[in-house]
């Protein structure tokens, strides 16, 4: 009888022993901590967190954090604040990026998944804009010939446009497109190194995002000749400040490319 019993306990054991691990398995250990420099690149899964400061130098003043909060399954939570004074240019696009699934045609993408949801404080006003960032280019890993942007959020700033109205605001190329459940107006432009294509809402912010990228690429190539044998190269989410201060919040962001 008491062996018996201690068989049991000892099958049981494995089982009781898993239940705890399963459920810690769902939010993994990442690295939470706040980091600040320029180039400071947080990997965790899927994902990297770029602090990505790249005009920083145009600023007379100000810095820029960020870290992660929590990854689970495949969202990633995280949170950028950030001072701006001086210049005119965009000073960083703290971002989070995608590693997984990259550098395929876009013919070959059947899907991108995505879900955003963020919030921000501000004290007083500021110049930002909260946007995807997606790059393509003629090969696997090479330069960059489209940038795809897709604006939730226009505090103040603008896109990049070939054209401006005698009102000194930017002419789209298309108005009130419907994609992934809102109406947008698509702008398109040259940064100097590369196409610019960008969606901004034509009305309000979108604080709560879920649809698929797949369709904005759809809508490139049926109306605005980019080619569906570009390979999609880079894909990031976040912020690009120009002036002012701010904390942006995403509780929830996911991406897959399928
Ligand atoms: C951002 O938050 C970090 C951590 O709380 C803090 O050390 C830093 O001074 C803040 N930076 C800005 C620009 O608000």
Not at 209 to 221: C, E, I, N, R
């Amino acid at each position: 009888m008491f062996a018996k019993g201690l068989t049991l306990i000892l099958l049981a054991a494995p089982f009781l022993a898993s239940a705890a691990p399963a459920e810690l398995e769902a939010r993994q250990n990442i690295d939470t901590s706040s980091h600040c420099g320029q180039w400071d690149v947080v990997t965790a899964g899927q994902y990297s967190l770029l602090l990505d400061q790249w005009g920083k130098d145009g600023a007379t003043s100000g810095s820029q954090c960020a870290h992660l909060a929590s990854l689970s399954g495949s969202t990633v939570s995280w949170a950028t604040n950030w001072t701006w004074t001086g210049g005119t240019g965009v000073k960083s696009f703290t971002n989070i990026q995608l590693n997984q699934g990259i550098n395929k045609q876009l013919s070959a993408i059947s899907s991108m998944p995505t879900t955003w949801k963020w919030s921000q404080s501000t004290s007083g006003s500021i110049v930002a804009d909260v946007a995807y960032d997606l790059f393509t280019s003629n090969t696997a890993g090479g330069s960059n010939v489209n940038e795809i942007m897709i604006w939730l959020a226009n505090f103040n700033a603008g896109p990049i446009s070939f054209q401006y109205g005698s009102d000194g605001k930017p002419v789209p190329v298309a108005s009130s497109i419907s994609l992934a459940g809102h109406t947008w107006n698509l702008y398109s432009g040259s940064n100097g190194a590369n196409n610019v294509f960008s969606f901004l809402p034509t009305s309000g912010t979108i604080t709560s995002f879920s649809g698929d990228l797949k369709a904005f690429f759809t809508y490139l190539t049926q109306n605005e000749g980019v080619s569906s044998s570009q390979y999609l190269v880079t894909a990031q989410a976040g912020t690009e400040p120009t002036s002012g201060s701010a904390t942006l919040t995403t509780s929830a962001y996911s991406l897959a490319i399928n």
